[in-house]
């Protein structure tokens, strides 16, 4: 065989070996794309409601801004519900930034940076959350109902049963609205990954 004809065979096996290559890759995003944008979806949906939520009642607070200067308890509850919000409504946009970035055409490293980052950011949100949930619900009596510290003492053990109750329930929800679909696409991803390396 001529030294020609063994260049021209050597160049169509290399432009065999890089088709399969790009239809490896390609094969390896559409198995990402169906297996995961169901639980992105479920994210996201979760998170834009979460928002146009906290943004809702950020605004109703602000119209009932005129009864925040009755009492310094009032005031004082007041300014704790609009920041609770404000971060509220800060973190939802952070949320959706992170999520509205995931793109699977992306590597499956950056993908997986990316979930890792969110993950971990949901698990921090998770702890605080259920921390200064007393915070919250007790200055929204004050503000909302009007009570004053004193008359909230004869309701203190029922608010903070009521708080302890709400506990399980919001890791219930975090669990079936975030780390179930998490866990859904980080399986997607280490099934791409198993997909690519066998064709290899």
Partial sequence: MELEEMKNLWKKYDN??????MLNEKLVKELLQNKSSNSLAKMKNAEYFGLIFCICLFCV???MS????????????FFILIGALGA????????LRLLNSIDFSHSLTDLTETMQRFKLFISKER????AVLPFIVLPAYIFIDGYSIAQLMDRLPGLLLGCAAGIPVAFILYRSLYFDNIKQINQSLEDARTFRQDAI
């Fill in 61 to 63: 607070f602000i119209a």
């Fill in 16 to 21: 065999v070996i890089a088709e399969n290559r």
């Fill in 66 to 77: 005129g009864r925040a200067w009755a009492s310094v308890e009032m005031t004082i509850s």
């Fill in 88 to 95: 509220s409504i800060y973190a939802g946009i952070y949320k």
């Fill in 127 to 130: 702890i605080f959350g259920v």
